[in-house]
């Protein structure tokens, strides 16, 4: 059992202009979330955001306190989002068993001490996508199903940006510090997620892209709106999005994301939109 982390600190606009497309790699993607009984975890210095998977296998993995933290338990000054997007497995709360199924989601508030995860089966295990910030309060944990969701229609086939956008983390479903998480999936045809494109220079954001199909691909866009950069990514990877960043992709074929976004204030709308015959 072990928990991994790496840091990321933040780059301005005026130095990502000039990077090429490994500094841009090693800055803003996120490659390996999921391997066998490990928590991985990457410290992102816009917001704090962390960003991490855990996928326990035979055992329960625990999440423990990273250096970084200089606490002595991961959640002293933290509160943490968990959606599952694998197979049923189970999420422990200082004692108390929450099952996950998949796609379902736990928001689990600061003061927690001891979180285990584990799956209900080796061959078919859990995968823990998560996402932790900052928090000043202790909020009660809690489940989140997929009936508890806000549900949004997004887009239209013509413009092939036709989404379904599910809110899971905001605080019109459960009281949060300042995390926000949800999922999108593309409705079959549509490729492009986030057109209109926005900023919110309020708030960071991390895109984890996921059902992209086999041999496939989403080509993400960063920068601002009159500087934009792409990062082409796999399935099962995230990337990080700096407040003064787009953050847009197009697949070669349909997928999901999980969006987790943190920052000044709660206001989901909160959203600085990019004329899209204005992009460069
Ligand atoms: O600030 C909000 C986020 O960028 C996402 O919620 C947008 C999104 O999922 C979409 O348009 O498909
Ligand atoms: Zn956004």
Not at 143 to 160: C, F, Q, R, S, Y
Not at 244 to 252: D, K, N, Y
């Amino acid at each position: 059992m072990k928990t991994n982390y790496e840091t990321r600190y933040a780059s301005s606009p005026q130095g990502v202009k000039k990077y090429d497309t490994n500094q841009l790699r090693e800055e803003f993607l996120i490659e390996n979330l999921f391997e066998a009984d490990t928590i991985n975890l990457v410290y992102s210095h816009y917001d704090r955001f962390i960003t991490g998977g855990a996928m326990p296998l035979s055992n329960a993995i625990e999440l423990e306190t990273i250096d970084p933290l200089k606490a002595p338990y991961f959640l002293e000054r933290r509160e943490l989002g968990i959606i599952n997007i694998g197979e049923t497995g189970s999420v422990s709360v200082d004692g108390t068993e929450y099952v996950l199924n998949h796609r379902e989601a736990l928001y689990v508030g600061q003061g927690n001490k001891k979180v285990v995860f584990s799956s209900n089966s080796e061959k078919n295990p859990a995968q823990f996508y998560l996402n932790s910030t900052p928090a000043h309060k202790a909020y009660p944990t809690k489940k989140i199903g997929t009936n508890d969701v806000e549900v949004i229609e997004l887009g239209a086939p013509e413009t092939a940006n036709a989404r379904t956008l599910r809110k899971y983390i905001v605080n019109s479903v459960v009281d949060v510090c300042q995390l926000q998480m949800g999922m999108t999936t593309l409705k079959s045809g549509s490729s492009w997620n986030t057109m209109p494109a926005h900023v919110h220079d309020r708030r960071m954001e991390v895109y984890f892209y996921f059902e992209v199909p086999e041999d496939q691909a989403v080509c993400h866009f960063i920068g601002q709106p009159q500087e934009t950069r792409h990062i082409w990514m796999q399935n099962n990877q995230a990337v990080i999005s700096p407040p003064w960043s787009i953050h847009s992709g197009s697949g070669t074929a349909s997928y999901s994301f999980i969006w987790g976004m943190a920052g000044e204030n709660l206001d989901y709308g909160d959203m600085d939109v990019a004329k899209i015959n204005e992009l460069r």
